[in-house]
């Protein structure tokens, strides 16, 4: 198939090109706003808020792997979320039916369960918190309209991950792996809180599965199991690094406080900064999803949660020798 990723020069669409490119099935362009950093050869420099450039690149096209987004805590102005996210959705499909392409997979999130959700199935009902969640959720609900108006021909998967982290990210999951490994470590609340978190190798295998799978109608949560509290998030970070972590324990209250008082300092300066009172409360929160769905299905885990963690904390923190090359995300 002639496969379009739209978004991939990111952290996700990187490695779902290199997946694909590696098992040679399919012949990939990539849309985006930014240029590849390592397909470039591949890439067309497009937006999905302009509707009319996209129709001509997806010509003679079969599938669309839909991935851009604005996804950060404090985008700014709030607009942008439902510019892109939504209204670029719209735009895609719209320019899909204008070439006939009747096949896409989606990147959604789970922020549109909200905070604090007991591990949420793929039937549980959206109650975003923010704008992000809430845009996430109005896009897929942009794709359910396209996909009903010929559900027969169409297929539409939707993706809800949990954060996903890995190699060149630079996220939460990667400011946290730092300050553990580090010993600058301050531990919000008991730490036994457990959070699903994703390995990118293990997401872009999926998404690749999902290519040559993928029929009709469905919406999978993703996660790697089994869930890891934060004091097993330790343990592990402990394990492959081969040394033991201090780590200072304060109470949830005053970590909150912390995270009021940097929210004004990072409005008086104009500066975004690592600590805010959402990254406390998303650190102390339980944050598990139920992907019993993805896991019954014959797609096969390439990594398990320890072998992601192990191999992100080797090559940030122990290999020496790699490149500046990184990715931005929450």
Not at 171 to 197: A, D, E
Not at 273 to 301: E, G, Y
Request: with cysteine; glycine share 8%; net charge neutral.
């Amino acid at each position: 198939m002639n496969i379009t990723l739209i978004g991939g020069s990111g952290f996700v669409g990187t490695r779902l090109i290199e997946l694909l490119k590696q098992q040679g099935n399919h012949t990939l362009l990539n849309i985006d706003k930014n240029q590849s950093r390592f397909y470039p050869e591949i890439t067309a420099i497009a937006d999905v808020r302009d509707k009319e450039k996209l129709k001509p690149l997806l010509h003679g096209q079969d599938m669309v792997v839909l991935l851009s987004a604005e996804h950060s805590d404090n985008v700014t102005p709030v607009s942008l979320y439902y510019d892109v996210n939504v209204e670029g959705a719209r735009n895609v499909t719209e320019a899909m039916d204008a070439c006939g392409v009747k096949r896409i997979v989606f990147t959604s999130s789970m922020a549109l369960y909200g905070m604090n959700p007991v591990n949420p199935d793929e039937a549980y009902p959206a109650t975003p918190f923010n704008h992000y969640g809430r845009s996430k959720w109005e896009a897929e609900e942009a794709l359910r309209e396209w996909h009903s108006k010929d559900s027969a021909d169409k297929t539409l998967t939707i993706i809800r991950p949990t954060v996903i982290f890995g190699e060149r990210n630079r996220g939460n999951v990667y400011n946290l792996l730092k300050q553990i490994s580090t010993g600058r470590f301050l531990k919000v609340g008991s730490g036994g809180n457990r959070k699903s978190i994703s390995y990118v190798g293990n997401v872009a295998a999926f998404i690749a599965w999902l290519v040559d799978n993928a029929q009709g109608y469905n919406i999978y949560n993703y996660s790697d199991k089994p869930d890891l509290s934060m004091n097993e998030l330790i343990a592990v970070v402990e394990n492959a690094l081969g040394k033991k972590i201090p780590a200072i324990k304060i109470p949830y209250t005053l970590g909150m406080l912390g995270g009021y008082c940097f929210d004004a300092l990072a409005k008086i300066t104009g500066k975004k900064l690592s600590v805010s009172s959402i990254r406390v409360k998303k650190f102390c929160s339980i944050s598990q999803l139920n992907a019993d769905k993805l896991h019954a299905t014959d797609f096969k885990v390439p990594f398990t949660l320890s072998e992601g963690l192990s191999r992100t904390l080797q090559y940030e923190f122990v290999n020496q020798i790699k490149d500046d090359i990184t990715f931005i995300s929450e």
